[in-house]
Structures are given as C-alpha cells and as structure tokens.
C-alpha cells in the first residue's frame, strides 16, 4: 500500500523497519513534507487489512525492491529521496542499486549489510508469548517501552477487543532469517547517490559495519552515530534525527 502523505516538490520515499508500518512516520511527516511531497509504503507482510493473511512469499530482498520500485513508478515523479528504518533501509540502497534511476538520494537509519549467520529464532520465541491482543494502549507501552511502544502503536490494529498484530509472526520471522543466509555487500557497493548513514549508539547492527560502509561508499557519505539512542532512532532522538535529515535534503544539489 503506497500512501501520498501530501507536500511539493522533490518526491520523498519511506520505508519502514520490520514489523512497522507507514504510521510510524507520522511524527516525521510534518516537517519532511517541508522539503518535499512525502510518500509511503507498506511493505508486504505487513498488510492494511489488519492480517497481513494476504500476503505470501517470497520474503526476499529482491521481492521489497521490486515493490518498492513499482511504488517510485507510481509516483511518476522522478527519482526520490529514499529514507528507510532498519529493514526499510536496507531495501533503500538496494532500490538505489538495483535501479539508480529512480532514486537520488538516501537516509539509512540503523542497518547494516551482513547478518550472515545470525537466526532470529530467540525472539521469535519471545513475540510468541504476547499477549495478543494486547489489552490497550497502556499494556503495549508497558512491555516495549515509550520508544517501541510508540512504534507498535503506530503499526497495530486497535479493534474493540484490543491491540491486534498487522501481519503474521511466521511471515516476519522469515524476512529476518533471509538476512543471516546472505549479505548485501555488493548492493551497498552498487550506490553511487549521496547517502547520511545514521546509526544509533545501541545500535541493532554488527560493531563496525556502519562505519566500513561510510569508509568504503562511491558517492558522498556522511555518517553520524547518534550518542544514546536505540535502534528506533527517530522515536529515541527525534530532534536530532530531524536536524540531520533536513540538513541533508538542503545539501542536495
């Protein structure tokens, strides 16, 4: 689902992280839409039908790319500025790689290349002792905290009897173990479009991945590691997140 978040000029793409949805932008939408005409999207398995049931594989990079490209085409409106969260990042610079026509620039908030070997069967077994639904509002920032809580707010299906999951565990556990079975050095190796790489300092990715792709880009590169904050960057520092990226955007040529 593509949704047109309103404002002029350059097109703004977003993409969010695993088991998000477009509405976790919705603090961010205010001010983007100051630099552009802000567009989202909401990656397969994480359907607006409440389920995500409608969606089946396969839960592959190449498969969100496409998505992804199909939604730039959409807009038909020129290359975009593409900011992604996490997984949504990831699928960014390998939209800039796959397809360099349709974007011009990208935001990479706390992701990083190689996974290579690493499971996500623990928190699988986590997420499978949720309460689900979960109860309210209240009960959700109670487990995940003020940060994630505010993300699952925004992704969550609130119906009478509670808070419902927007897509399938199973689904979201196979996107997770696509990425400890290879690596996307190559893709990263393919962008050649200005890039603000942001990482948090209690950062999800691998110690050092981040700064070897700022070492190692073949376009301009600007890498910030964000003092404090968690992997939900832009709920965690969300005045320096907005300060970096419009700092960004007015530096575009």
Known sequence: MLHDYGGDGTPILLLHGLMGRSGTW???VPWLRE???VWALDAAGHGSDGTGSSDTGPWTTERFVADAAAAVRQIDAGPVVAIGHSMGALHAWCLAAEHPELVRALV???MAPDFLGRTAVGWLAQFENWPLPFADATQVIDIFGPAAGRYFLDSFDERSDGWHLHG???NWFAIAEHWGTRTHWAQWQAVHVPVLLLEAENSITPPGQMAEMAATANAECTHLVVRGAGHLLHEDAPGIYQRSV????AGLP
């Open 35 to 37: 630099h552009g005409h």
């Open 168 to 170: 399938s565990l199973e």
């Open 26 to 28: 919705r603090r961010c």
């Open 108 to 110: 990479v908030e706390d």
């Open 246 to 249: 419009e700092a960004f955007l």
